[in-house]
Nanobody, 121 residues
Framework: QVQLVESGGGLVQPGGSLRLSCAAS????????MGWFHQAPGKQRELVAT???????NYRDSVKGRFTISRDNAKNTVYLQMNSLKPEDTAVYYC???????????????WGQGTQVTVSS
């Protein structure tokens, strides 16, 4: 069994910063891509940023230059540094990881439970 546990959400004023963390634990052989998604009320879940095991990153246009995704492979942890936050960034943020549990096995997709980020004055 694999678990992803997120932390770091909260309430912040516009222009402020937050850092989200997501730690994977359990029966893990390796983790391929990791990422962050967000879901605002009444909207679909959307990709925010991804990072490969080698460190290549990808961002949605609306967060480029403001958000930075990083990972610590030794700790099976992915981070999302969010700067210059805007009210439209308000959403539940979910982490995602492609996990291989044994050598040669297929990759399975796992999700965290979500953490609320609210940007408001």
């Amino acid at each position: 069994q694999v678990q992803l546990v997120e932390s770091g959400g909260g309430l912040v004023q516009p222009g402020g910063s937050l850092r989200l963390s997501c730690a994977a634990s359990g029966n893990i052989f390796s983790i391929n891509a990791m990422g962050w998604f967000h879901q605002a009320p009444g909207k679909q879940r959307e990709l925010v940023a991804t990072i490969t095991s080698g460190g290549s990153t990808n961002y949605r246009d609306s967060v480029k230059g403001r958000f930075t995704i990083s990972r610590d492979n030794a700790k099976n942890t992915v981070y999302l540094q969010m700067n210059s936050l805007k009210p439209e960034d308000t959403a539940v943020y979910y982490c995602n990881a492609g996990v291989v549990v044994t050598p040669g096995a297929y990759e399975y997709n796992y999700w965290g439970q979500g953490t609320q980020v609210t940007v408001s004055s």
